[in-house]
């Protein structure tokens, strides 16, 4: 049998085996806690429920799916360490041995590589999207249960300490049912936060280090020589979060919460910090009469510590030194003690090094010493970088609320005012350096909130420089005048200072371009942005790592020379849910081309954000093939990308898949920029995907926009009690309206997928691709020849291809069942039945053949949790009904569990 596809069968039957053994452990628990009627229910085949109360049946199933979620992952590492075993590491397609095989392909100079890795940056951002349904208690034992799943891998242990090994699992598999999955009230900002923060400190610097030892081993395969103990040769990783600074329609998010999480994540760092400069002063006892320590090491333990007045007398000097660098660090909460930025501490490590390789200790250093150091490059004394996002609209509300305040003329029709009076007024605003208002305290709402979160932002500048700060982020950025609003307000924060070239802002700014017109218009609001005299004076200071407090150092030394970067944040929601998913994938495209080629004009770099949610309708994808979807250009200035509710525990939560998550988005962003990777479109392509974009939105909106349609979508999937949930700590509508466009799309796509319809991951391509090669038929031809060369095309229809297999027609038609009235069921399963049989079958010839024979792994994985997967979705509809029939806070618990065992068995919410 050959090698890949004995590696996938060995895969499968590990996969089941593992599955096997732990239904057999979850039986005997719920057998020996009295539960016995349950234990039936395990059964693989089983889609009988028989006489099991409904919350019963979620509760066993969703362990169940946790169960085969955490298999499939420990498999799917541990056929990842068989590729490495069998040398066949350069088949693991995404991974640092993939690219750099590919890469060395085609034979670029050794420099070119190792300055690209240099150069290359990924920017993991964590948000508080309500996209987690479960317990963070309940993630944490699933995490020890995954991680007593990979210990039994080792086959030294003897059948008594295996037996033991069984009983602290079924010990696990007891809590998870004594403790229930399902979040009994609505998470606030504080305990997201506290989540989020458990990520950074205790996830992150494992992975990162785990993922840099895979590159190191990855490098040395190639044979590539290179400085191993530079970090600065390393790809850059930055971590960022969403977590108490997004309060886009989210009003719990206020000024205070913001300082509170500045400060918190500080803490972090400083705390993570000391627990790892302690554990490298244990490691350097060495003694000084072994090897004789350096001067300049002794000199600055004095000027460390001014209270040894003789370091020669220190028996252990190495180990002291890494002592007088802990006990520096800041303390207090301005930080006002020893080391006042990453960088001094960073010098004395470099200063620790150096003094072990002189002493011929130089595996000591690289061990102990660097991986610290690469603590400090990556998360600072800052831990993650905290962004600030707010609508576009709330801060029209708070700009004409301040212009009241300055007794401005016609400010309380500022909104309605057109965009040429606007900008001019804003412009001839920006060149003063006047505040609005001169008391904050009573201005009104909006404009107190507003500017009261920014001026938190300011007093962290001042005190501890930027590198905590990210990104304002204008979500619904429609103008440039969006984008001068914004600048308006930090000039009433204090984020503002007049120079010599004008007035700057020391934050970056960045567009959010979400539905498919803001994609369309992104080019000509980005060049007009990029024109003005505010953006063009604070892109120099913007720029630069500005570490340092302004209170402590002063105004920066600006290198005119340096690039200039610019970001622009991407929406993958919005555009799909207003246009179809083949229309906002087009749309993303095309808008990034024209954006980089725009900066080029400009000589400035878009660094792109890419706002992917965790399921095909919002952006989500293979990381891998999303980084070679990209357009040529759009990973050199660095990449951001988000990593939203449930997919950070799934990315995230243990630290080999952490660390292999990194290794696909670090190796990812460089290696398609050497690569010889064909992902810029011919003219007949471009020509094909414009007739497809437009043909697709055209037939997706026509759905949406059917009489009724609102009628049967509320009543065909569970979106009424998706509302009522407790998933996220943010409201399910921007506004409270009930309609289409004021619901976000997280719980449009959630209730989609709940139903089995998945229809906005799909709907539209059947037609479309139909109607070119009836049309078009050789621009048919050359999009089919392209499906395995174009890496956009072949992204893109995998994600198509995995929407629509996981769709299912008899589920479809039970929650069809639902909708009261006969002509509008009927009418809206038909043209959504219809859609999906056209997709498949021109899906299957563009793809050579259907999916079961080409990705028989996925296949395999995704059918097998069918039966249970039909048994929860009739009780769902059930429950449902019911319901929407009483009201009761019974019933709709019962349709929460329900939700949230789907959930766990389709392994994706929103």
């Given at each position: 049998m050959p090698f890949f596809e004995q590696h996938i069968t060995t895969g499968l039957e590990k996969i089941d085996q593992d599955i096997d053994f732990l239904l057999a452990c979850t039986s005997e628990v719920l057998e020996e806690i009295g539960e016995p009627e349950l234990a039936p229910l395990l059964k693989r085949d089983n889609s009988e429920a028989g006489n099991v109360p409904p919350e019963k049946s979620a509760q066993v199933l969703s362990i169940a799916f946790q169960i085969m979620n955490l298999v499939e992952e420990n498999v799917a590492n541990q056929g990842g360490r068989r590729l490495e075993t069998s040398q066949q590491v350069s088949s693991d397609t995404g991974s640092w041995g993939y690219w750099l095989k590919r890469i060395q392909e085609t034979t670029p100079s050794k420099g070119d590589l190792l300055e690209t890795i240099k150069r290359s940056s990924v920017h993991p951002v964590l948000t508080g999207h309500p996209t987690e349904a479960k317990r963070?208690?309940?993630?944490?034992?699933?995490?020890?249960?995954?991680?007593?799943?990979?210990?039994?891998?080792?086959?030294?242990?003897?059948?008594?300490?295996?037996?033991?090994?069984?009983?602290?699992?079924?010990?696990?598999?007891?809590?998870?049912?004594?403790?229930?999955?399902?979040?009994?009230?609505?998470?606030?900002?504080?305990?997201?936060?506290?989540?989020?923060?458990?990520?950074?400190?205790?996830?992150?610097?494992?992975?990162?280090?785990?993922?840099?030892?895979?590159?190191?081993?990855?490098?040395?395969?190639?044979?590539?020589?290179?400085?191993?103990?530079?970090?600065?040769?390393?790809?850059?990783?930055?971590?960022?979060?969403?977590?108490?600074?997004?309060?886009?329609?989210?009003?719990?998010?206020?000024?205070?919460?913001?300082?509170?999480?500045?400060?918190q994540l500080r803490g972090a760092a400083l705390d993570t910090l000391r627990r790892k400069l302690k554990q490298l002063s244990k490691e350097m006892a060495l003694s000084k009469l072994f090897q004789s320590p350096p001067a300049y090491l002794l000199e600055r333990i004095i000027e460390l510590d001014p209270s040894c007045k003789d370091a020669t007398a220190i028996e252990e000097p190495w180990k002291r030194f890494a002592e007088v660098i802990r006990e520096n660090l800041p303390r207090s909460k301005k930080g006002n003690k020893g080391y006042r930025q990453p960088s001094g501490v960073i010098a004395d490590l470099h200063l620790l090094k150096k003094s072990l390789e002189e002493a011929n200790a130089a595996r000591l250093a690289k061990t102990y010493v660097v991986p610290i150091i690469r603590f400090l490059d990556t998360f600072g004394f800052h831990m993650a970088s905290l962004d600030v996002r707010q609508n576009s609209g709330y801060h029209d509300r708070a700009m004409s609320q301040l212009m009241q305040a300055a007794g401005i003329p016609d400010a309380e029709n500022f909104s309605e005012w057109s965009e040429e009076k606007r900008v001019a007024f804003l412009s001839e605003e920006l060149t003063r350096a006047r505040p609005f208002a001169q008391d904050h305290g009573q201005l009104e709402l909006e404009a107190r909130e507003a500017v009261g979160s920014l001026m938190v932002v300011a007093n962290q500048v001042r005190d501890y420089g930027r590198a905590a700060v990210g990104q304002f982020v204008i979500s619904m950025t429609r103008s440039l005048s969006d984008l001068l609003v914004m600048y308006a307000l930090c000039r009433e924060a204090g984020l503002t200072r007049m120079t010599d070239k004008g007035m700057i802002c020391l934050i970056p700014i960045s567009p959010l371009f979400e539905t498919l017109d803001d994609l369309q218009n992104s080019e000509g609001i980005m060049d007009a942005f990029l024109s003005h005299p505010v953006t063009k004076a604070s892109l120099p200071w913007q720029n630069r790592d500005l570490d340092e407090g302004f209170a402590h150092y002063g105004e920066p030394v600006l290198d005119p020379s340096a690039p200039l970067t610019q970001e622009a944040m991407l929406g993958y929601s919005d555009s799909n849910k207003d246009s179809g998913i083949i229309a906002s994938q087009w749309g993303l495209f095309n808008a990034q081309s024209k954006l980089i080629a725009l900066g080029k004009k400009h000589g400035v770099s878009i660094r792109f954000f890419h706002g992917r949610g965790g399921t095909v309708s919002r952006g989500a994808g293979p990381t891998h093939r999303f980084l070679e979807a990209l357009p040529e250009g759009s990973l050199t200035p660095g990449t951001r990308v988000t990593e939203q509710g449930e997919v950070i525990a799934q990315k995230y939560g243990n630290f080999l898949t952490a660390a292999r998550s990194l290794e696909l988005l670090v190796a990812g962003s460089v290696g398609p920029q050497l690569s010889e990777s064909q992902n810029t479109p011919t003219e007949e392509l471009t020509e094909a995907m414009s007739f497809l974009s437009e043909y697709s939105a055209e037939k997706y909106r026509s759905l949406l926009h059917e009489e009724d349609f609102l009628t049967f979508y509320r009543q065909a999937t569970p979106i009424d009690a998706l509302e009522q949930s407790r998933i996220g700590s943010r409201p399910s509508r921007r506004s409270g309206k009930p309609s289409l466009k004021d619901l976000r799309a997280i719980p449009w796509v959630f209730s989609w997928n709940q139903s089995r319809f998945y229809m906005p991951g799909w709907y539209g391509v059947g037609s479309s691709l139909a109607a070119l090669k009836s049309e078009k038929p050789d621009l048919f031809e050359a999009l089919k020849k392209s499906v395995k060369t174009w890496p956009f095309l072949r992204y893109v229809l995998y994600n198509v291809e995995n929407s629509v297999e996981s769709a299912d027609t008899l589920m479809m038609k039970s929650y069809a069942d639902l909708v009261s009235d006969e002509s509008i069921r009927d009418k809206f399963f038909k043209l959504i039945t219809d859609e999906r049989a056209a997709t498949r079958e021109v899906l299957h010839e563009l793809m050579n053949g259907p999916l079961e024979k080409r990705r028989p792994r996925f296949f395999t994985t995704l059918h097998a949790r069918d039966k249970w997967l039909d048994l929860l979705h009739a009780q769902q509809i059930e429950l449902l009904a019911s319901w929407r029939k009483s009201g009761s806070e019974a019933d709709l618990r019962c349709v929460l569990q329900s939700i949230n065992a789907i959930a766990a068995g389709l392994r994706t919410t929103g």
């Open positions: 963070p208690s309940v993630l944490a034992q699933h995490r020890k249960l995954y991680q007593l799943l990979v210990e039994l891998e080792n086959q030294m242990y003897t059948p008594i300490e295996r037996g033991e090994f069984r009983e602290r699992i079924k010990a696990i598999i007891e809590i998870i049912w004594r403790s229930g999955e399902i979040l009994v009230e609505k998470p606030d900002v504080a305990s997201e936060r506290d989540n989020v923060l458990n990520y950074l400190r205790e996830k992150f610097p494992v992975a990162i280090e785990i993922s840099d030892a895979r590159f190191r081993a990855a490098m040395a395969r190639a044979e590539i020589e290179w400085d191993e103990s530079d970090v600065s040769a390393y790809p850059r990783i930055r971590l960022g979060s969403w977590v108490g600074g997004d309060r886009d329609g989210h009003p719990f998010v206020t000024a205070q919460v913001t300082e509170e999480t500045f400060a």
